[in-house]
């Protein structure tokens, strides 16, 4: 939260907001780093992102299992899953955590994240919808949740397109829609609509509106409403329009 007020004030202590973040980095296997990186995309220090996108993309070995605190995934108990870790190799359990949290933003952290994360955080579009909720859903769909593994992808998809490098930026979409694609990752995504509402942006910027509106319609077969991508298909239609 300090880190979203200093980018909010234009002040650029940046060696004070690396060492606030040293703190929360084993956390985990990719969340605190994943949202550093999106602190330093936000910053502009892109080159700095990249090198820790990369190290997180190195730590996300196959073993690492996603977990999420707002929503259960069905047929997955989490006590199975850490046997299996510690049966498979103590060494790695137990020198860094194997699983890898969602990367979440408060409304607080706002211009810690990009841009279109903000609207994660007024997904609905009435005072009806934020009724439906349930009391679990209440506690935490005013924040952006991301799963990590999609979330990587898309800060490096930022991050290339910032430096100019379209190969890699081009290739970072290509393995974001192959890991949405890939039924073997079902197990380890948590926010499927917003997963989905990333990549439709990935488009939306490429100014591929046609496919941009597929997956933004995709989101919302998963959840009608709630759902940030309502207000991304009125975006995307107006400028189809102009």
Known sequence: MQSS?????????FSEIIRRFKYSLKTD???????????????GHLHAAVRVLDDVERRYHSKVKAVCGCRDNKGQSFLQVFANMISDDC?????????????NFVK????????????????NMTKE??????????????????DARPFLHYLQYLTYGGL?????????LGILESYLF?????????HNETVLNLLAHCYEMEGDYERALHYYAW?????????????????VHRLIST
Request: proline letters at 2%.
């Open 5 to 13: 007020k200093y980018l909010r004030q234009r002040n650029h202590d």
């Open 29 to 43: 296997v990719a969340s605190s780093r994943l949202k550093l990186a999106s602190v330093l995309y936000c910053f």
């Open 91 to 103: 060494d790695i359990v137990l020198s860094e955590q194997p699983f890898a949290l969602c990367t």
């Open 108 to 123: 607080e952290e706002a211009y810690c994240a990009p841009y279109i994360l903000w609207f994660e955080m007024k997904r």
């Open 129 to 146: 919808e934020v009724s439906q909720r349930t009391c679990i859903a209440k506690q935490w769909m005013d924040y952006a949740e991301v």
């Open 164 to 172: 100019g490098e379209r190969d890699k930026q081009l290739h970072a």
């Open 182 to 190: 890939d039924r073997r990752n079902k197990i380890n995504m948590y």
């Open 219 to 235: 989101s919302l077969s998963l959840y009608r409403t709630n759902n940030a991508a309502n207000w991304h298909v009125q975006r």
